[in-house]
Each structure stands twice: as C-alpha cells, then as structure tokens.
C-alpha cells in the first residue's frame, strides 16, 4: 500500500504559509495480467491544501503618559495542526456531512435509474388508457372540424378549435406536456423495447449517476477580546461537492429484467404515476425515481461499484484590528487572518442496496417550464 506525503514546514511548525500533500492507494498484483473488467476497486486518496495566515501585528497597551508595554509580540500564531482542526471543525458546521450523504444517494438513486432501463410503464399506459383514448378521439374530432370550418372561411371557429386563443394557451400547453409528450414517450420506448429484443440486451453494461453539492457558509460574530475591546470575528466556507457513483452490472434474470423493462415489477411506482399531480411533488423531492430504484436491480447483479468524490473547498477566518481606551490607557489589537484552500479526491468501493436509499431532494427545484406549467395548472383550476 504505496503512500506519499510532503509538507513544508513541518506539521507542528507555526509559520505564514503551508502547502501539504497526501496520496494514498492500493494497488492489484499482476495488475497487467488481469482482465480490465475484472479488476477490483481500489481505495484511492489524493489530498492537497494550502494554507496561509496573515502576519499578527502583536497587542500593547499605551498609557496617559505613552508609554508602550506590549503583551505579545508581532508573530505568527497557530502551526498547521491548528489550522486543520479549525478548518475541519467549520467545514463540519457549515454542513458538508449531510450534503455529502444527499449527493451520494442522489447519485445511487440517478445511477438505478439508469440501471432498471425503463422503456415503458405498461400497468400505467393500461390504468390511463381510457384517458389516452379519449384525447386522441377529442384531439382528432377538434382537427377534422377544424377543417371543414377552414373551407367554409369560418377562420373564428379554426382559431377557436385549435386553441389559438391566448386565452385558451394553458390548455394547449397542459395537453403537449402531460398528454402528447407522455403518449410520444411511449411509443419510443416501445418502438426500442422491440429493437432491443430483437438485437439482444447487452448481457453486460455499466451505468453512471452523478450529482452535486454547493457548501456555502459565512458566520460573523462579535466576541470581547483583550483589555475588553469588542472585536468582530468572521468566518466563511465556500466550495463543491461532486459526486460520482459507477456500477458493472450484468443480466443473471432475462425474463425478470425484461418485465422490469416494461413496469410491471414494482407496484408502488404504478400507484405513485396515476396519483393526480404526484409530478409537482417530483419537482421538488424525486419520490418517482426513488421508487423506480428500488427495483432496478430486478434480473441484475452488480458485479462491482464504486464511489468517487471530489472536493474544492476554501474557507477563511479573520479578526480585524482593534483599539480601546478606558481610563486613559489604550489597548490596540493587531488583526489577523487564516485561510486554507483544500481540493481532495477520494475513490472506493460503494455497495449499492436499494432498501437503503431515500427519496433525494432537487436542489433547484424550479426553471422556466415547471414555471410556465404552474402557471398554466393554477389557470386550469382556477376556472
């Protein structure tokens, strides 16, 4: 298990500036002699940071008379040991655990998704059908009247018919989105089920998901520094965490993944689907592909998986310059400021269980089209 690490200065030395490197890996013997899709994940770790801290101008304390006594000299004054258990003390307070764990399960769920291969819901086509039938006949009924009144010049009734009317614009929008692209969807995915079976689902294949997290925090506070100056002390960290989950999987079940392919397999993603506007909570939490996840495994075993991140992060603190003056003796404070730029990449092994994963919150959970559908669903029911 090779392992390389330099630092200059020393860990414990107090100084301005440090730059520190770790790796860390293992490797696989006769790594050459060993088929690329068998190799096994390796934990791997690459950690750089770069820390600096302002020079501390000392404390004195001038009396009436001006004379100066110091208290402490110019200096610097915390070693690279300090400086880390500061930063990884704020870092844990600006809340970088809970967003790590969010982008890993949002990542497992994304990577699922992409597993279970999902060309078409077929109990959901079924429990819809009726409704699908009826905007085909209505949606065909509209055109073919449309085009009588077009020949008689009744250009009024054309416009009408066919929802030109800015009035009638959130209809026709709600038809595409939640009719026509759905019935388009299917149809694709069923015209490449058949191809598929036809050319043969590939026995084995890999799938990616990836997600990210912004770590932003600033904290500013007022605390009593020596000889009772207030002295206001800021902290911030700022940087991303990115995520990449990649699992090797092979089909052990074709009949099983196939019926997974079409729906069939997971009943509780069939009662979400026909729940009226279960898509608008999908906006905001991604209750649907949690569900679709818990069974995209069906037919399938990981032959391995791992689990890659990446972290940028920067943080700073600082105390600026201080003086007070009480019954004519002043105290100045010198200010000083810390700040430490990290970058860290980590890879392992990452064991993927459904039954662990939970529904993932989207971070931005509205643009433009989920504004224009909100718009045009609160018109729809409002008259």
């Known amino acids: 298990m ?50 600096t801290q302002l020079f501390f101008e000392g404390q004195r304390y001038v009396d009436s008379n001006g004379t100066v006594t110091w208290n402490l000299s110019p200096q610097y004054l915390y070693n690279l040991n300090q400086v880390m258990a500061w930063d990884n003390a ?37 429990a819809e059908g009726r409704k699908t039938v009826d905007m085909l006949m209505e949606t065909a009924t509209r055109l073919f009247n449309a085009y009588r009144f077009f020949r008689k010049g009744k250009l009024k009734e054309v416009y009408k018919l066919l929802n030109v009317d800015p009035r009638k614009g959130h209809k026709s929008w709600l038809e595409m989105k939640y009719g026509w692209m759905p019935l388009l969807s299917d149809v694709k995915g069923a015209a490449e089920f058949f191809a598929q079976q036809h050319c043969g689902r590939p ?64 009943p509780m993603l069939i009662a979400w689907e026909v729940v009226p506007f279960s898509f608008v909570f999908d906006w905001f939490i991604s209750v649907g592909n949690y569900l679709g996840a818990l069974t995209a495994l069906h037919g399938l075993n990981v032959r391995r998986s791992m689990l890659a991140t990446k972290f940028i ?38 064991p993927i269980e459904p039954w662990t994963l939970y529904p993932p919150r989207k971070e931005h959970p509205l643009d433009i089209t989920k504004v224009i559908t909100s718009l045009a669903l609160f018109r729809q029911l409002s008259r």
């Open 203 to 266: 026995l084995r294949f890999t799938v990616v998901g990836k997600a990210t997290r912004d770590l932003s925090y600033v904290d500013n506070h007022t605390i009593s520094g020596y000889g009772g100056a207030s002295i206001l002390h800021s902290q911030s960290c700022f940087g991303s965490i990115e995520v990449k989950v990649k699992a090797w999987l092979e089909v052990i079940n074709p009949n099983l993944s196939t019926a997974q392919q079409l729906g069939l397999t997971n």
């Open 2 to 51: 090779p392992t390389t690490e330099t630092s200059a200065p020393a860990s414990t030395a107090v100084s301005g500036a440090w730059e520190w490197r770790y790796r860390n890996w293992t490797r696989t013997p006769g790594y050459i002699s060993v088929p690329k899709d068998s190799l096994p994940i390796n934990p791997y770790v690459d950690s750089r940071k770069k820390a």
């Open 90 to 126: 704020l870092i844990v307070t600006a809340g970088i655990t809970e967003k790590y764990y969010a982008a890993v399960n949002e990542a497992t769920v994304q990577a699922l998704t992409k597993a279970s291969d999902s060309k078409i819901n077929l109990a959901v086509a079924l």
């Open 313 to 350: 992060i920067n943080s700073e603190s600082s105390y600026p310059s201080s003086s007070i003056t009480n019954s004519g003796t002043t105290f100045i404070s010198g200010g000083e400021t810390l700040k430490l730029h990290r970058e860290e990449y980590q890879r392992a092994p990452h």
